[in-house]
């Protein structure tokens, strides 16, 4: 079972310290013995450990930058929200295949950000901007936001704020199953907590550091027997030898755990694997021996926004994944509802 993260060295942004979560975890990392250093700002760590990049990387992946948000204008995040709210960015988990290899580029230490009303506030604004209609926040967009919160409760906070906000939801994925702290927050129906899955072979080689299935699964029926709505994203979806009896694996122990008050607002969203040649760089620089298929030649070149393109499965290749996910989906999970396939 993993553990729930600690960091073995942790950064302070001295403007922290005026905020009481800055405050508060700092001592809880003085009482761990944990090394606290200072850093002028989360965006200039520098002389990080490590001999060599293998290294430096791992020991990044350990360290906890306690920061301020400074920029309060939010992204907008599609397709699952309007907004991405940024509690924190980076993440402990070792999956081969992550966008944030790519965007976080040289900085794949985690941070997180201490001025959490000042956040709140700036949702207030967007809320207000959109009323009466609905505003969705996303906590997942540059981080595992889960794998982080037993240490800060910021998640928890913010479920909150949105459990009492007229105008707002919020919504998360994890890889992670430390969720008990969340079990009690007051989110009257307003967050809906969602839990990446796939089957064991993608979870065995390509995504270290994270919870296994089966402890995802677990956390998922607790989640929903706090009556959280529930959602699964089943990503990414990656074509390997026998990928359709693995999916189908995934699917059947799903249902054979799903309480039926889990299932009456389900949601599932699916999203194929895929790279672009920045991140393959990364990847294989980053790990170097992932049995991850990178093959130009295999794939489909699609145009994305701002002439970033990426490598996509060809068209035939979507269709039978679409098909047969879907089709498990219909056969297990008849109520759910399938927000996407991109």
């Not at 980076?90 to 794949?108: F, I, R, V």
């Not at 799903?254 to 969203?269: G, I």
């Not at 999203?271 to 130009?296: C, G, S, W």
Request: glycine share 6%; charged share 30%; hydrophobic share 35%.
């Amino acid at each position: 079972m993993v553990k729930p993260f600690v960091p073995q060295l942790v950064y302070v942004e001295p403007q922290a310290l005026e905020y009481p979560l800055g405050k508060e975890l700092v001592s809880k990392f003085e009482s761990m013995g944990i090394e606290i250093r200072q850093t002028t700002s989360h965006n200039q760590i520098r002389n990080l450990p490590g001999e060599n990049h293998f290294q430096k990387y791992r020991i990044a992946k350990s360290t906890l930058v306690i920061g301020l948000r400074k920029t309060l204008k939010f992204d907008t995040s599609k397709p699952s929200a309007e907004y991405a709210i940024p509690l924190a960015t980076g993440c402990m988990g070792h999956c081969h295949y992550c966008y944030l290899q790519t965007t976080m580029g040289s900085k794949p230490y985690i941070r997180t950000y201490v001025n959490v009303d000042e956040i709140f506030n700036a949702a207030e604004e967007y809320m207000k901007e959109r009323a009466p209609e609905m505003t969705r926040f996303e906590a997942s967009c540059t981080s595992d936001i889960v794998g982080l919160d037993h240490l800060t409760h910021s998640l928890k906070r913010a479920i909150e704020f949105f459990g009492a906000s007229e105008y707002g939801k919020l919504r998360f994925v994890t890889k992670f199953a430390h969720v008990d702290h969340l079990l009690d927050a007051k989110h009257n129906g307003k967050t809906r907590f969602r839990f990446s899955v796939n089957d064991d072979y993608i979870i065995k080689y390509f995504e270290p550091g994270t919870s296994r299935l089966d402890e995802r699964i677990e956390a998922a029926v607790k989640v929903a027997d706090a009556d959280y709505p529930l959602g699964f994203i089943v990503a990414p979806i990656y074509i390997h030898d026998d990928w359709k009896k693995g999916y189908q694996e995934l699917f059947e122990k799903l249902d054979a755990a799903l309480p039926s008050n889990a299932r009456k607002d389900l949601t599932f969203e699916m999203i194929q694997h895929r790279f672009t040649k920045p991140a393959k760089r990364v990847i294989q620089e980053n790990y170097p021996m992932t049995k991850l298929e990178l093959d130009e030649s295999k794939r489909k070149w699609k145009w994305g926004k701002y002439g970033m393109g990426k490598y996509v499965y060809t068209n035939e290749e979507q269709e039978d994944i679409k098909d047969t996910l879907g089709g498990y989906i219909h056969k297990y999970f008849p109520d759910a509802k399938i927000e996407y396939f991109t």
